[in-house]
Antibody
């Protein structure tokens, strides 16, 4: 059973860099699949941030691309998110998820439980 | 950019009733790349439907998805108490590569 777990600081100061890690268990990242980050501001909807393949290929949301870096560490079976120059608008629950596919379709499953990151001085 | 618009924003129904949730895309979306998720308070989204109409593993058959092009529907045939939650549709394929609708809140009447 594949499980994902986010970790990182829950409080980040404005203008600093948000850093989160997603540890994957029950599946080796190096075996395949894309792995992604999605966020949800309090009381609002979901926004895809970006995705990474085990080889390191990345895709980012154009609205965040200039501030986002996603990397993978196959030796630790985890992938990471860095979001620079954060503002209060980046306050959100951050989820990591696997981009699964089959039968010509694709979807996010499973998801981590999410971690709340608050941007405040 | 494809925008997904879900309606209604809030749907008030009673257990046992039928729920019909809509997801409309600003441009045509491949049916293969339309998914639905359920989210309960304090929890991560849970995959319900992929490929517009295929139920995910373990999802009860009271949940069904349909549609094509720009109009997609999630139907819950007979609402159970645990079905009251927020539902999101999601597309893959157009910039941004993935996008979600704003959600429909299904609440108990």
């Amino acid at each position: 059973q594949v499980q994902l777990q986010e970790s990182g600081p829950g409080l980040v100061k404005p203008s600093e860099t948000l850093s989160l890690t997603c540890a994957v268990s029950g599946y080796s990242i190096s075996s395949g699949y894309y792995w992604g980050w999605i966020r949800q501001p309090p009381g609002k909807g979901l926004e895809w941030i970006g995705s990474i393949y085990h080889s390191g290929s990345t895709y980012y949301n154009p609205s965040l691309k200039s501030r986002v870096t996603i990397s993978v560490d196959t030796s630790k079976n985890q992938f990471s998110l860095k979001l620079s120059s954060v503002t209060a608008a980046d306050t959100a629950v951050y989820y990591c998820a696997r981009r699964a596919y089959g039968s010509g379709s694709t979807w996010f499953d499973p998801w981590g439980q999410g971690t709340l990151v608050t941007v405040s001085s | 950019e494809i925008v997904l618009t879900q309606s209604p924003g809030t749907l008030s129904l009673s257990p046992g009733e039928r729920a019909t949730l809509s997801c409309r895309a600003s441009q045509s979306v491949s049916s293969s790349y339309l998914a639905w998720y359920q989210q309960k308070p304090g929890q991560a989204p849970r995959l319900l439907i992929y490929g517009a109409s295929s139920r995910a593993t373990g999802i009860p058959d009271r949940f069904s998805g349909s549609g094509s092009g720009t109009d997609f529907t999630l139907t819950i045939s007979r609402l159970e108490p645990e079905d009251f939650a927020v539902y999101y549709c999601q597309q893959y394929g157009s910039s941004p590569l993935y996008s979600f609708g704003q959600g429909t809140k299904l609440e108990i009447k």
